[in-house]
């Protein structure tokens, strides 16, 4: 209890993760209340807390431990952090909402040859065509291909 107030540092170290999860758990609380409950109150929680700090000595007789090799909370970190790999479509979408076009010139000449259509009255399914003769799979092509066009204002 003196420990979840601050009164009081962590002496077994195999705790200090718990009081971490129980102090960032509390966070979340708008009104929170600990309260401490005296050991001759809470005698079954008392034998619970020296099991799970391993004052095994200091239990009666009568108590079955089992010991675990697994606990009951691990912290999860994040190690690192991958970039979704790049596919043909970011380039296109690039293009199509900012201008830009890639890097490798190969990739942009197929982009800037797939753009020439646009605003010269094409249709939402011939401009789908086009894409596909380029050697693009694109699964909703004919519904991206009709909305674009539908938003150029020339056509």
Not at 34 to 42: D, G, K, V
Not at 53 to 63: I, M, Q
Not at 138 to 143: A, D, E, I, S, Y
Request: charged content about 30%; overall charge negative.
């Amino acid at each position: 209890m003196d420990q979840i107030r601050g009164d009081c540092g962590i002496k077994n170290e195999s705790l200090i993760k718990y009081h971490a999860k129980a102090t960032t758990l509390a966070e979340y609380f708008t009104h929170i209340i600990f309260e401490h409950i005296p050991r001759t109150e809470n005698e079954e929680a008392n034998r619970l807390s020296k099991l799970a700090t391993g004052y095994y000595n200091e239990l009666p007789k009568e108590v079955y431990v089992e010991v675990r090799d697994t606990q009951a909370y691990e912290e999860t970190s994040i190690k690192a952090v991958l970039e979704e790999p790049r596919d043909w479509r970011t380039d296109i979408a690039r293009f199509l909402h900012e201008g830009l076009l890639s890097a490798d010139s190969t990739e942009a000449r197929k982009i800037q040859q797939i753009s020439l259509g646009f605003c010269m009255h094409i249709g939402g399914r011939p401009l789908a065509t086009k894409i596909t003769r380029t050697c693009y799979f694109w699964p909703t092509l004919v519904r991206d291909s009709t909305d674009f066009v539908q938003k150029c204002e020339a056509c």
